[in-house]
């Protein structure tokens, strides 16, 4: 059965110091490895999705990398606004549905 | 540009009545998808759907059921509400299944 794990469950940050989310992953097969944002009472926003191990992807101050069994979020000299949960998804090869990890709680205080 | 809207946002109803949330996408996109959220449990499927009446079970789907006769509506019904059905309802939507789903902006359905 898949599995995601995410750590940690919260992180607090000072505006402007950088640090890196974790989601570890089981599957039998990798399709796609998916990271969402989520804002309270909101739903999750599509942020990056990764397929091969070695993929980056980049957008403003977010940055995410992916190996064969874990992904790291990279949020370089975060603001206040990059507060959210950041959850963590994977699809395996031979299923159509994403299975979630239960998220990283970031707070970036100003 | 939501492209995707559940309705109604909030609902609250009693134990035993049939319940149904609506789903709409403007986007023509050939997946759609019913979670729920619930603290310690993170987002689990309960339904999907792979084209116009095609539909599949996900890992929470008792006590559940589906339909889908458009492609831009995806009705979640729950049979005879429970308690432990109280939770937040999120639809998605997808271009294919390989590609990344767009949520919805969820409905919180409380059971009482």
């Known amino acids: 059965e898949d599995q995601v794990t995410q750590s940690p469950e919260a992180l607090r940050l000072q505006e402007g110091e950088s640090s890196s989310l974790n989601c570890s992953y089981t599957?039998?097969?990798?399709?796609?490895l998916f990271w969402y944002r989520q804002d309270p009472g909101k739903g999750p926003e599509f942020l990056f999705t990764l397929y091969s191990a070695g993929e980056e992807k980049e957008k403003e101050r977010l940055k995410a990398t992916l190996t064969k069994k874990e992904s790291f979020l990279h949020i370089t000299a975060p603001k206040p606004e990059d507060s959210a949960t950041y959850l963590c998804a994977v699809q395996e090869t031979s299923g159509s549905r994403l299975t979630f990890g239960e998220g990283t709680q970031l707070t970036v205080n100003p | 540009d939501a492209g995707i809207t559940q309705s109604p946002r909030h609902k609250v109803t009693e134990t035993g009545t049939p319940v149904t949330l609506r789903c709409h996408q403007t986007?023509?996109?050939?997946?759609m998808y019913w979670y729920r959220q619930d603290p310690g449990h993170g987002l689990r499927l309960i339904h999907y759907?792979?084209?116009?009446?095609?539909?599949d079970k996900g890992e929470v789907s008792d006590g559940y059921s589906v339909s889908r006769s458009k492609t831009e509506d995806f009705l979640l019904t729950l049979e005879s509400a429970t308690s432990s059905q109280t939770s937040v309802y999120f639809c998605a939507m997808g271009r294919e299944v390989s590609t990344e789903a767009f949520f919805g902006q969820g409905t919180r359905l409380t059971v009482v």
């Open positions: 599957v039998s097969g990798l399709r796609g």
């Open positions: 986007e023509n996109h050939r997946y």
């Open positions: 759907s792979y084209g116009v009446k095609d539909t």
